[in-house]
């Protein structure tokens, strides 16, 4: 694996400005990094929004500059290529959706460094970089037991995919551990990208008696969040603290710690190698947790119930499934 000497982050503005003083200041920067984020791109209040705040973070503390892609189209090769062909030390794909163009990308570059987060792969020029997201759903789903009234619960994917799957498996299992006769509806949207739909399927769970409803759907995610605010249900959010987006209906939320793992990922490039080809980041890593518990008032029995249930997943004495029994 290469070393990497230099990280430059382009923004888009500073690639428009094409002034000669940014000419040259970019002698003085210190790393050169790209990025392709996944489906819906920025905006979406979650996964690619918490990425793009660590590359900020990086550019502000670590003297880079960052070129970011967004591909609505799913044309993602296309813009793979693009940076390939500009020399950056290092390039990033964002999400599983992103894996089949970036593997074809990095067989035509050998000698480009990729990281692929929230994906494996085998090629050799790709660091795979994985969430153990079904530790923190486990979190998630013990919480909506506890604050069921209805003993119904909901969760709802974006697509059918086995990184869903861990989402809802592990909110699955946490429910069960609390109510093993809880009742859990699911359904998957087949899109990230629409809030409607998202409002529709909340809709559907809620009249089906759904009083706390799981989300793991990007913007169709928010589409059922506000949706269950509408009918003052709650939610959990994903990825990032969503209780902005619906302050009357997210309790917590599935934080994958995104911005710190892309700050710390371009922190340790620009110092040193990466000692493994595969990360995989869970609740003893800080790779996921909890947000703040809001809007719920658990009793000490209960919040001692999610304390411990997160102790016992550390230590590895609770195994959490990574797709559904």
């Not at 480009?112 to 929230?118: G, K, R």
């Not at 589409?223 to 969503?242: N, R």
Request: glycine fraction near 10%; charge should be negative; aromatic fraction near 8%.
């Amino acid at each position: 694996m290469k070393r990497i000497t230099g990280f430059i982050f382009l923004t888009a503005a500073l690639i428009l400005s094409g002034c000669s003083s940014q000419q040259n200041a970019q002698t003085a920067f210190s790393a050169k990094v790209g990025i392709m984020l996944s489906d819906t791109g920025l905006g979406d209040g979650s996964f690619n929004d918490g990425a793009f705040e660590g590359l900020v973070r990086a550019r502000d503390e670590l003297n880079i500059l960052f070129d970011y892609r967004e591909a609505p189209e799913g044309n993602y090769l296309e813009h793979l290529k693009d940076m390939s062909e500009k020399d950056y030390d290092l390039i990033i794909g964002l999400g599983f959706s992103v894996q089949e163009a970036l593997e074809e990308v990095a067989a035509d570059y050998p000698d480009q460094q990729y990281v692929l987060i929230d994906g494996v792969s085998e090629a050799e020029n790709i660091i795979s970089m994985t969430f153990k997201d079904h530790e923190g759903s486990y979190l998630v789903g013990t919480i909506a037991a506890l604050a069921s009234e209805t003993g119904v619960i909901g969760f709802i994917g974006g697509v059918d995919a086995p990184v869903i799957n861990r989402f809802e498996a592990g909110f699955r299992a946490g429910a069960e551990m609390v109510n093993p006769d809880i009742k859990i509806l699911s359904d998957y949207a087949g899109d990230f990208g629409n809030a409607d739909l998202g409002r529709t399927i909340a809709d559907k769970q809620i009249q089906l008696g759904a009083d706390f409803i799981y989300p793991a759907a990007g913007f169709t995610g928010t589409g059922a969040i506000l949706e269950a605010q509408d009918q003052s249900i709650y939610t959990a959010g994903v990825d990032t603290d969503q209780f902005y987006t619906a302050e009357q209906s997210v309790v917590t939320s599935m934080v994958k710690n995104i911005d710190t793992t892309v700050f710390n990922l371009v922190q340790q490039l620009t110092e040193q190698e990466l000692s493994s080809q595969q990360y995989e980041l869970g609740l003893a890593e800080n790779g996921v947790g909890l947000a703040e518990i809001r809007l719920l008032q658990l009793n000490q029995k209960d919040r001692d119930i999610v304390l411990e249930t997160q102790k016992k997943i550390i230590s590895g004495e609770i195994i959490v499934p990574e797709s559904v029994q």
